[in-house]
């Protein structure tokens, strides 16, 4: 299991633009494994918490709105874009450039997510 | 939420982790036990509880975690059903404190850690470090008379009189 985890942020982070990538408990907002391009630990703890926690609202909204579950969510700020994706209580978490394509991340991590079925 | 300190630089900060941890409780004490701020509780009872069994939480976790890892545990977490708890010290020119956290699924373990870093910077740039540090109050034979000054601070009604519900 820790193997199929570590390959699939490692062929995350491979992506052209994307800065970290990140495999977070929903429940917890820990790290449960990381591939990282900026930082340190500190760092990757602070993104895992914060795009678990946003994850969670996104899923409850959603839940909420009776609109289903979320497939995919996606942040974009000035000086970068969030996207993520879960299954159970894992959340595939990627941070990117603001010139990331993020139609490919977005196929990446859903085929990310079949490899932690 | 109501937060109430027996030093009144402690609040602002403790103010800001608890909103922003989404905290349902926390308690900042001396290791000994004595309450210095406390955010969440509305009876002192409830404090004192609290703070008797968050010390001899952390006095034993710090115990176990000597013997097993040769220094102190740094934190400790416990899940309950509904309720979690996260302990752990922080150190800060006025000396070391205690802090536990009570949060429910509306926050997580992991926000929780991030803003209690954040609760630790702020409280050092808070912390009058000019003043001279108070004589550390464990065993001391006005424990009670101290303790009792604490819950009064904290839960004084107009008047200054302790409120005992």
Redesign the interface.
Known sequence: MRSRLRGAVERLSRQRGVRASLIVSENDGLVVDSSLRFGEGEDSERVAALAASIYRKARLSADAAHLGAVSFLQLDADRGRLCAVGRDDLVLVVVAEPSANVGLIRVELFKALETLA | MNVAAVESWIEAPLRRYVDDARARIAVLLHPSGQVMAQAGFTRDVDVMAACALAAAAHATAGELGRRLDGRAFRGLHYAGAVHQLFLSALEIPRGTFVCLTVFD?T?????V??YFDELRRDLIAASPAAAAPRPAPALAADFETELNRNLAALFSGPRGEAVIS
């Open positions: 699924d926050s997580s373990l992991g926000l850690r991030l």
